[in-house]
């Protein structure tokens, strides 16, 4: 819905569609599955989807509905269900409209074949357990699988696992061992990483990448910005000054008064709290900027509001435009930066931008 309350999410497909480019660039020779979960990370699905089109070599996304809205709108790229099926309707759905489906353990492969009629083309990923300790076939149950698939030699097989700590010291090389030794001679396709393996671990690249972070703009690694990665900023976060409090040594600023004056301090109160989607956990001193100019926030986040220092932004009043995160006029924020702050990824900021946000496409003035 249009609103004139001034917060808006400003999204730009064209930096979806470059940072799916740089990881293309990266794994060279993998194909890659755009990631386009959780409503593309909160930049909305067909936004996404309409960015990558014409390059994704496939979509991986959760809901079987959301894979058949794919088909129905006409896309013809492979389609990835990362969890698999949940039903047996999701199981009869793979084998009519051409989706592929990870399969991580007995009950859900059983659930697939079941519901696949004899001789159909069927594509699997199977997904094996190398050390995160989520989802996957282990070294003992792994052979039950290919048991189970022995009666069904059409079915495309690509080996999967996922990487539990690609942004950090252990690496990938401990996953990928276990990877290797459970694969045994397998000499069919391997799909392993993640945005951060896609980055840093070129060796586990395979035959297909799923970056998804990545696509968005933010960094996967906590040390390195987006930035110095090349992505660019896919989501800004923007909004305005709608009161100015002028304070004085002692005043304190918002619920709680956890914030305190030690100067005669401009407050500016911007329209974005906790009921936009941004953090109530970021302390005082979060980056923000107004009018492209980089300060600090003040007090604790409200439902509806927060609080910032104008102090040294006297030009800066009601109206002036905020950049909560992403591309200011001038000033970036990165929202990796206001994650950390908040002690959370960019990953939650994204996904959690509530719906009563309006979106604004870059490039459309539709809104
Ligand atoms: C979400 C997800 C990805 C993408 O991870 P990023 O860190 O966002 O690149 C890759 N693989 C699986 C199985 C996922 O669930």
Redesign the pocket.
Known sequence: MKTSRPIRARIAPSAILQNYRLAKHHASSARA?A?V??NA?GHGLWRAVEALRGEADGF?LLECENALALREAGVTQAILL??GIFSGRDGRAVAEHGLTS?VHCREQLELLLGNTPAGAPLSLYI?LNTGMNRLGFTEATLPMAWQLLRPWPQAAVTL?T?FAE??GERGTAWQLARFRQMAGDWRGPVCL????A?LRHPQTHGDWV??????YGAS?FAGQSAESLGLQTAMTLESAIIGVQDIAIGDRVGYGGTFTADRPMRIGIVACGYADGYPRHAPSGTPIAVMGQRTETVGRVSMDMLACDLTAIPQAGIGSPVTLWGDGAAGQVPADEVAAAAGTIA?ELFCAVAPRVPVRVAGMDTE
């Open positions: 599955w990631v979960k959780a990370y991986a990362l969890e990870v997904k999967m996922h690609a942004d990483g993640n945005s951060a896609i799923r970056p998804g972070i990545m696509l996967p990953y």
